[in-house]
Every structure is written in C-alpha cells, then in structure tokens.
T-cell receptor, first 108, second 117 residues
Framework: DAKTTQPNSMESNEEEPVHLPCNHSTISGTDYIHWYRQLPSQGPEYVIHGLTSNVNNRMASLAIAEDRKSSTLILHRATLRDAAVYYCTLCNDYKLSFGAGTTVTVRA | NAGVMQNPRHLVRRRGQEARLRCSPMKGHSHVYWYRQLPEEGLKFMVYLQKENIIDESGMPKERFSAEFPKEGPSILRIQQVVRGDSAAYFC???????????????FGPGTRLTVL
C-alpha cells in the first residue's frame, strides 16, 4: 500500500481556515488522492479527491503539489461540525485504506 | 434519499458464536464494499461485491469470514465461531454502477460495532 503521513492533531478557531497537510512521497502515477473524514461513532464521509489539478467542492479545496508528493486539504471556514478525524489516502482501485489521520479540534 | 444502512449498530457475541452483519446500499447503488476498523490499525478493505458476485475478497481472512450480496435483500457479512480478535467496527460502503473504480467516492454506513466476550 502507498503510504501517507499526516500530523496527529490540529486545532483551529471557528470561522478560520484549516490547512491539513499530507505527505505521500511514494505516490504512483495512477494513484488518486482521496480525503475522508470521520466523526465519533460514525462511518467515514467522503470529502474530496484529485489526481493532479487542484480541486474545489462545497466542502473543501484540495491543493496538490506539482510533483504530487504532498497535498493539502483546505477547510475555508471551520465550523464546530468540522471537528473530526481527517484521513488522506491514496487509491488506484476501490480499496480504501486509512491510517491514524489528523484529529481536528475546532474552538468556538 | 436514505443513505447506506447497517444493522445492527451494536452486536455482542460470545466466543464461538456466529455474527451476521447486514448492509443495505444506497438506492441505485450496485457495488458494495466491506471494511474493518481496528483501534490500532485503521480502516482496512475486506471485500468488494456486486449483485450475486464476489469481485475481490483479497482482504478477507481465509477462514470463518464470508460475504454475499444476493439479488434481493441486503449484503451480509458473516463471521463464524467468533474470537475476541474479531471485535472491531465493521463498515459497509456502496457506490453507483457507473462510478470509476479509482476515482469514485464511496458512501459509508454508520457501521456495526462487534464485541466478542
């Protein structure tokens, strides 16, 4: 499995942006970068994915480095409901695999 | 539009008993995936099914575990003769029939938390 590295935790204030980094130096040319998040006692929730270009959707933005060895998930204005564990994962088929992720805490 | 449904949400079994976990995919979805989440190991793929077919079971333990997705009804993950090491959260996900295998998002259910005494 291609490996990703994320910080264990990150704190933010409500209404401020959150930048979540992910390193994936062993990414292959066919790997997509996926982000999911998981609230306590719930199933993972899809956030965003990309291959080479930066991506935006209603939940977040994904900035992908030119060499694709790292990416950053951007939550533009954090709310209390964004407090969750965020997983960055590489996928070149349907087999998702999550590590420990980054625990995001949002302060009111 | 109901999401992925799983039941039961919590299941307690004694060692040696059988556990049956059910998953109803989102309406219109024909691809089902089962995952296991252990506290220290993260989320791991177990099996990928389409209606009446097992596409990939490379993540399933070789013994005691089986999965099916019949033409009618929910997908079932069955664990025979459970042991304490089977205690985990089991998640089901689904995706629509035209989703790209590499790029498609998967929609997860709330999970079944299995505790083996």
């Amino acid at each position: 499995d291609a490996k990703t590295t994320q910080p264990n935790s990150m704190e933010s204030n409500e209404e401020e942006p959150v930048h979540l980094p992910c390193n994936h130096s062993t990414i292959s040319g066919t790997d997509y970068i996926h982000w999911y998040r998981q609230l306590p006692s719930q199933g993972p929730e899809y956030v965003i994915h990309g291959l080479t270009s930066n991506v935006n959707n209603r939940m977040a933005s994904l900035a992908i480095a030119e060499d694709r060895k790292s990416s950053t998930l951007i939550l533009h204005r954090a709310t209390l409901r964004d407090a969750a564990v965020y997983y960055c994962t590489l996928c070149n088929d349907y087999k998702l695999s999550f590590g420990a992720g980054t625990t995001v805490t949002v302060r009111a | 539009n109901a999401g992925v449904m799983q039941n039961p949400r919590h299941l307690v079994r004694r060692r040696g008993q059988e556990a049956r976990l059910r998953c109803s995919p989102m309406k219109g979805h024909s691809h089902v995936y089962w995952y296991r989440q252990l506290p220290e190991e993260g989320l791991k793929f177990m099996v990928y099914l389409q209606k009446e077919n097992i596409i990939d079971e490379s993540g399933m333990p070789k013994e005691r575990f089986s999965a099916e997705f019949p033409k009618e009804g929910p997908s079932i993950l069955r664990i025979q003769q459970v042991v304490r090491g089977d205690s985990a959260a089991y998640f089901c996900a689904s995706s629509p029939p035209n989703s790209a295998r590499r790029a498609g998002e998967q929609f997860f259910g709330p999970g079944t938390r299995l505790t083996v005494l």
